[in-house]
């Protein structure tokens, strides 16, 4: 699913990014890759949610990320219903709205809550990713599935949820929530 927001939000990214950094490539998931001459691309995904979004679910964001040679080094994603603007810097740490975030410290997967994401043709096929499921809500205190990649990894990053399963994901899906600790 697709809606004219998508797009206007991917235009107006798009567009800051174009006329701030013009060498740069972009890579984003309503549109083909725009290639740089420079090794930095920008990874968008313009409205990760969509579909909570279309159905006025309070949980979806805009992701971006900026990979230098490869390597994700920095990302940022904005949940604009509850102002909450995530960062991570290759290298330097991760903040919630400018504030310190790390990962949860539960060590027993038995106490942990866990989000859980799979696309629908994937949930189809042969019922395997339901018995995935199914093992891991046994072994977890809690999974939900929220429907917005980004927001969850962040989540992660911030201790709210003990980790984050998807079995397939898109370079827009996870690399603002991915930028290398070192």
């Known amino acids: 699913m697709v809606t004219e927001s998508d797009f206007l939000s991917e235009r107006i990214i798009k567009e800051e990014i174009r006329s701030a950094f013009p060498g740069h490539g972009i890579l984003s998931e309503e549109s083909p890759e725009e290639r740089g001459s420079v ?9 990760d949610g969509t579909t909570n979004y279309s159905h006025s679910f309070p949980h979806f964001s805009v992701s971006i990320a ?3 040679r490869g390597r994700v080094v920095l990302g940022v994603v904005l949940d604009p219903l509850r102002d909450e603007l995530f960062l991570a810097e290759s290298g330097k740490g ?3 709205n400018g504030k310190d975030i790390q990962v949860s410290r539960t060590e027993k997967l038995g106490r942990s809550l866990l989000a ?3 696309p629908k043709d994937l949930a189809a096929k042969e019922g395997g990713i339901f018995k995935d499921f199914a093992a891991l ?17 962040c989540y992660v990053a911030a201790g709210r949820l ?3 399963w998807n079995p397939r994901f898109h370079a827009w899906d996870a690399a603002a929530g991915s930028p290398h600790p070192d």
């Open 116 to 118: 859980i994401d799979f």
């Open 94 to 96: 991760a903040w919630l």
């Open 66 to 68: 900026l990979e230098e």
């Open 137 to 153: 809500s046994r072994r977890a205190q809690a999974l939900r599935r929220a429907g917005s990649a980004a927001l969850e990894l």
């Open 39 to 47: 090794p930095y691309r920008w990874i968008i995904d313009p409205l």
């Open 162 to 164: 003990e980790g984050y």
